[in-house]
């Protein structure tokens, strides 16, 4: 239902845009009335948040160790959700996977619609 794409491998300081497609049509269809999420999991470790956008897009919302250098944006017209990544970091290296909740959330397991993740890896 989900399908992110961008990912890479990267310098430290680089950037990085991902894009996530609702593809499934009863998904899609009703895109505008999910809160989407993004999270990371690098190897050896839990799956963890990185940032969410509500349902119009007016309130974000980022992990710490993130802020200020990431940015999700969403286009409901095309069912699109991105995430800016900007002075990425070796220590941002991880598959990231974007998600869907109809609750406003960023515990992962709220979130309903998942997609299979995209590899990003940052060298130093």
């Known amino acids: 239902q989900l399908a992110e794409s961008g990912g890479g491998l990267v310098q430290a300081g680089d950037s990085l845009r991902l894009s996530c497609a609702a593809s499934?049509?009863?998904?899609?269809?009703?895109?505008?009335?999910?809160?989407m999420g993004w999270f990371r999991q690098a190897p050896g470790k839990e799956r963890e948040f990185v940032a969410r956008i509500t349902w119009g897009g007016l309130s974000t919302y980022y992990a710490d160790s993130v802020k200020g250098r990431f940015f999700i944006s969403r286009d409901n017209a095309k069912k699109m959700v991105y995430l800016q990544m900007d002075s990425l970091k070796p220590e941002d290296t991880a598959v990231y996977y974007c998600a869907g909740t109809e609750i406003d959330t960023w515990n992962p397991d709220e979130f309903d619609y998942w997609g299979q993740g995209t590899q990003a890896t940052v060298s130093s």
């Open positions: 499934e049509p009863s998904f899609s269809s009703t895109f505008s009335g999910y809160v």
